[in-house]
Each structure stands twice: as C-alpha cells, then as structure tokens.
C-alpha cells in the first residue's frame, strides 16, 4: 500500500502521456487489423504474448538468470515475427496513409481527359456486353506487371480502348494499364485475389481486379463480358452495379481530381 501511495504522488503529466500514447499505438493495431483476415492471427498473438508476460514473470519472482537473459534480448526476434505475419496490412496502411488529401495534392496533377476518355469506352462496351479491364495507376509503381503484356505509351481514346477489349483480338483478354493521360500498357496479366468469400458469379476478371487492388493502390474498372456491369476495385474491395456518372464521380475521388462545376454558359447549351 505505501507503495502505491507513494506511485501516486511521484505521478506527473507526462506518465499520463506516455500512457495514452501506448494505449493509443496498440489502439491503432487493432482499428487496422480489425475487420480483415488477419485479426485472428493478432489474436493468437496476444494470446502468445500474455502466456509470455505470464512466465516471464514467473522467471523474474523465481530469479532465474538464464531465462531472464533470453526474455530481456529476444524482443527483436517477437518484433520480426510480428512484421513478417502482419507485413501485408502494414503496407495496406502505408498505402493508405499515402492517400489522404494532402499528400495525394502534392503530386496531383492527372488529366480529366483520361477519365472522361475511358468512361465513354466504358459506357458503349457495358451497353454491348464487352469484357474490359482498366487499371489507373495511383503512388505505386505498377511497372512489374507492364512486362506481362505490350507496352504501348499511347494517346488515351475511347476507339482504342474499345480495339484494345475487341473478342478475339490479342489483347483483350489482358488488363490495359493507364499512367497519367497515357495508356502505357495492354494486355497484362493480374494477380488473382485468393478472396474464398467473393460472390460465385464473379469470374477471373474481377478476381484478378481484386488481386490487383490487394496488392497495390491502384483503381481497377471491370466491365463483365456476361452481363455488362460496370464495377470498380478499390483498396481490396469491389462496388459493383454503377452506373457511368457514378463511374466519373467516383474515378475523380479516387484519381484526386477536381470536380469541375458547371458553368452558365454550358448549362444555356445543354438546356
């Protein structure tokens, strides 16, 4: 008891801090493993890690030096193990953390024309059941996956989409890649997501739009060559169903581009 008593009046403000600052790491831990495939992994963790506290703390009533010794200098090796299990979600949160407004403003800079030019494609493949796979690079380079098909550094036009995604011509079964206002690449081969909760009546071209927002920070339109929808995959997650505007409102939030307002004169002219 005098112990305790006398913690608490050597207390200071900046044992609160140091405090609330753990609490507020280990919180930050859990908000980003919560939800994902991983959670179960972290909870085996903890449960390692208390049984470890536990008998380390037996060690030290005990004053056993030989464990003690081993305890006090294998922390990097629990740290290594931590980073290689969760090395995944780490990069997604990195990821992630590169996408907040005001990092992704420091290097904005994409035309508008890209996005309107693949969203008219899009409208007539969706309207005549034409398979497409879009991918507009974000901060990750997507150079590894550029070599898997033919690099082209071509002009973005709803015609060559639209050739590109032909049935039967050489590239369609590929996804086109789309850097800035230029498509650099079609024809590439994806990773494939290993999702086992993704819907049954979405085939390999939605997979590996899944596989490829998994991976990296890209934004991946589908158009599904079986029933004309349109989707987007984003961050590891699938929004299908849109429609072409939702398509353009969506791709400018993604892409950080501003969203233009109308003028009076355009409005006179469309009335």
């Known amino acids: ?156 036009s709803p015609e060559l989409i639209r050739t590109i995604f032909t049935p039967y011509s050489a590239l369609h079964d590929g996804a086109a890649i789309i850097r800035g206002d230029r498509l650099v690449a079609a024809g590439c081969i994806l990773p494939l997501s290993d999702e086992q909760l993704l819907s049954s009546d979405l085939g390999t071209r939605h997979r590996a739009a899944l596989g490829m927002s998994e991976e990296t920070d890209a934004v991946v339109v589908i158009v599904s060559e079986e029933t004309g929808t349109v989707s987007v995959a984003v961050d590891g997650k699938i929004e299908r169903g849109l429609k072409i505007e939702d398509l353009r409102r969506r791709l400018q939030k993604e892409l950080n581009i501003p969203v233009e307002e109308k003028t009076a004169a355009e409005d006179v002219h469309v009335g």
Request: hydrophobic residues 55%; proline residues 1%.
């Open 1 to 156: 008891m005098q112990e305790l008593i006398s913690a608490f009046h050597n207390f200071r403000w900046i044992d609160l801090a140091d405090i609330v600052m753990v609490a507020l790491f280990f919180y930050g831990i859990f908000a980003l493993l919560r939800g994902s495939r991983s959670y179960v992994a972290l909870m085996g963790f903890i449960a390692f890690m208390t049984g470890t506290m536990l008998l380390y703390l037996l060690v030290r009533t005990w004053k056993m030096e030989a464990m003690i010794l081993i305890f006090q200098n294998s922390w990097i090796v629990v740290m290594l193990i931590f980073l290689i299990v969760f090395q995944h979600d780490f990069r997604r949160a990195l990821i992630n953390l590169g996408q907040f407004r005001l990092f992704r403003s420091l290097f904005s800079g994409r035309e508008r024309t890209a996005i309107d030019e693949v969203c008219s494609a899009v409208n007539i493949m969706s309207n005549r059941n034409v398979g497409a796979l879009i991918v507009f690079e974000r901060r990750n380079p997507l150079d590894p996956y550029l070599g898997s098909g033919t690099e082209l550094d071509a002009a973005i």
